[in-house]
């Protein structure tokens, strides 16, 4: 079971954080409690990730913290990868019918990747093969997509939907939703203009650079949306961030540099190693961290997916040429 030490933790204004456990190398995934200004109310930031072991520490924590289940009474989702929706329904149940609160587009992802009858899991499977996966990880990829679904179930049946650029009361404040992309399609952030607050989600981490989520038939280019995402974001006077991962931070403009310098440097990194011979995103993976992400399927499609969206930013700046033949997508130098 997992290290109660600081598994909770009080922030300024009554708002509790709490550290979900994580089976990853994540670790933890953040959720916030926000107070309402009547006092007895309550509103749920990403509640983690359904397994024995969360529903286990939820019961705990919730009893720690003194509140009542039925006080919480809006579940606010910042995007719908599992580590942050997968326990959206069964908070609603265990609420006595919290909604859910999440953007259209980010809904539809969550639908799409793990509802009745999804096709996804294959769907990726044969892109990823398509870009050099070897074929004796094919099946543990496969089995490590489906594994999910468990861990997002059941899916919430009352669903409010979001709208990016609008405003949502909650925790006795008016939030602007700003909307991000690349690491998740249509991820929000919530921005409280008046106390120069921002729960960020995973849009911008410390520490740890977001994974960029290219998936088959979503966004062509989700690193340049990334960038220009964050790059907006800079914007925003921020006085302290709560991320989805790690722990809340002051200096979140700072953050966003250099996390697109990051990016800047990886893209001039692929440079260099696109030879004169074609490579395979795969090929290209493994150049850059290594064969050790082949005994873990999850590192692995992370590393993969991300490798691929700066691989379609390398040829949309004229650097790398793609070459599709039989199927198999490979990427080598302009010039
Ligand atoms: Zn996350």
């Not at 997992?2 to 089976?23: C, E, S």
């Not at 979001?162 to 952030?189: F, K, N, Q, T, Y």
């Not at 709560?242 to 403009?253: I, S």
């Not at 991300?306 to 691989?311: F, V």
Request: contains cysteine; negative net charge.
């Amino acid at each position: 079971m997992t290290d109660r030490t600081n598994a909770w933790t009080k922030l300024a204004g009554g708002w509790i954080q709490v550290k979900v456990p994580l089976p990853f190398a994540l670790k933890w995934v953040n959720s916030y409690l926000l107070p309402e200004e009547d006092g007895l109310s309550w509103t749920i930031i990403d509640p983690g990730l359904h397994t024995d072991d969360t529903i286990a520490f939820w019961e705990k924590t919730v009893a720690e913290c003194g509140i009542a289940w039925s006080s919480i009474v809006r579940i606010v989702l910042t995007h719908h990868h599992p580590d942050h929706y997968g326990l959206a329904g069964w908070f609603q149940q265990r609420s006595g019918g919290a909604p859910v609160y999440i953007s259209r587009i980010a809904l539809d992802a969550a639908i799409r990747l793990w509802g009745e009858g999804e096709t996804f899991s294959d769907e990726l499977t044969r892109a990823l093969i398509a870009n050099g996966l070897a074929p004796e990880l094919e099946a543990d990829m496969r089995e490590h997509l489906f594994s999910f679904r468990a861990r997002v179930s059941p899916h919430p049946t009352d669903v409010r939907i979001l709208e990016p650029g609008g405003r949502i009361r909650m925790g006795g404040a008016e939030w602007l939703m700003v909307r991000g992309d690349g690491h998740a399609p249509c991820h929000l952030s919530f921005y409280d203009p008046v106390a120069k607050q921002l729960l960020c989600g995973d849009q911008v981490l410390p520490d740890i650079s977001p994974n960029i989520g290219w998936m088959p038939n979503a966004d062509d280019n989700p690193l340049g949306s990334f960038l220009d995402s964050i790059a907006a974001m800079r914007s925003l006077e921020v006085e302290m961030a709560y991320p989805g991962h790690r722990d809340p931070f002051p200096d979140f403009r700072k953050r966003v540099e250099q996390l697109l310098e990051h990016h800047e440097r990886r893209l001039a990194k692929m440079t260099e190693l696109l030879g004169d011979v074609s490579v395979s995103a795969f090929e290209m993976c493994e150049l850059l961290f290594g064969p050790k992400l082949r005994s873990n399927a999850h590192q692995l499609r992370f590393a993969l997916a991300e490798t691929i969206a700066h691989l379609i930013v390398l040829e949309r700046r004229g650097v790398a040429r793609r070459i599709e033949e039989a199927g198999r997508i490979r990427y080598e130098r302009t010039g």
